[in-house]
């Protein structure tokens, strides 16, 4: 099967190309083409979205591409992403059934010779295709209703999730009810429906209720020492500190890689050797953090320019 490299101003597709050209995987064709294509088709989301800048929009574009590749499909971002995909399908769909009828409504048949009853056929015939048209018309606007119904309910489990995550705290001290950095919080992955968010928070609080029991009883036999707990704030820190503990090693291989470049050359390597660090180091990392506490996509953006500023510092300053 040929898939298109565009849908736009495409006149002659095929459902099943259509299909095809938004596909999340590679089909019948090379990796590198698929990951074109995928790129494009990024490009065009990202371009229904507003960012601060381009750092934060590309940002946001390479997660989106990590967790295509990964699998991790079920998250909040990615099926915002796929909820636009989906209805994107449908849109080029309906819009090319649109064109067939239309181009199949104006090859009229030859006139015949003035019988009034082959002028009552051919008004007949134009008025099915007209209500044909209609009909797919309306069922284009139905399935654009369905898809921006799911959307706004994906919308509502981000808010659900962030009412879950200032309610369920979790005090892991004995006797201690109210001290603001004894407490934890619990985040709670948003599946695919409201109603598996809620069974998942009433699992949570009769697990949370079974625990507080066997904490009781543990405390009568003996004393335990608090469980230390790690805070938004000091996990960012660690995450910072994990990537710049990896800069020297980095800077060393500059180091090495520009003995006896000329200036070009060297100016290629420091961006190689940005890049490498930044995949490597940071972005794995940064992901981990993410899974954790889930941050906002500006947010997202801003842990990550410390260690990376860190490491430009160092090839730009401690070189010679």
Known sequence: MLIPKSVKCQSNLTEAEIRAYFSL??????????????????????GTKSFKDNNARLCYKKQLKRMNKEGKTSTPKFSAFNMWRLKEIEKNISRQKTYLLEREGKVMPKRPERIENNNDELINENNKLKLEIEKLKKQLIEKDNQIDFLMKQN??????????????????????ESDEEDEEEIYVDVVDVVEDLINNVINLREALDDSDEESEEEEEEEEETPKQKVSKKEAIEIFQQICIDK????????????????????????????????????????????DVYDLPNEEYTQVQEKPYEKMKDMILYFSD
Do not use: A, T, W
């Not at 995987?25 to 990202?46: A, G, V």
């Not at 420091?270 to 953090?289: A, F, S």
């Open 25 to 46: 995987k590679p089909l019948d064709e090379d990796y590198s083409d698929h990951d074109k294509r995928f790129s494009k088709i990024l490009n065009d989301y990202l």
């Open 155 to 176: 919308e509502i489990k981000e808010e659900v999730k962030e009412e879950v995550k200032e309610e369920i705290v979790i005090n892991f001290d004995s006797e201690e």
């Open 247 to 290: 800069i020297p090693q980095y800077h060393e291989e500059y180091m090495k890689l520009k003995e006896g470049k000329n200036d070009k050359e060297i100016c290629k390597i420091k961006n190689n050797i940005l890049e490498r660090y930044d995949d490597e180091v940071i972005q794995p990392n940064v992901e981990k953090l993410d």
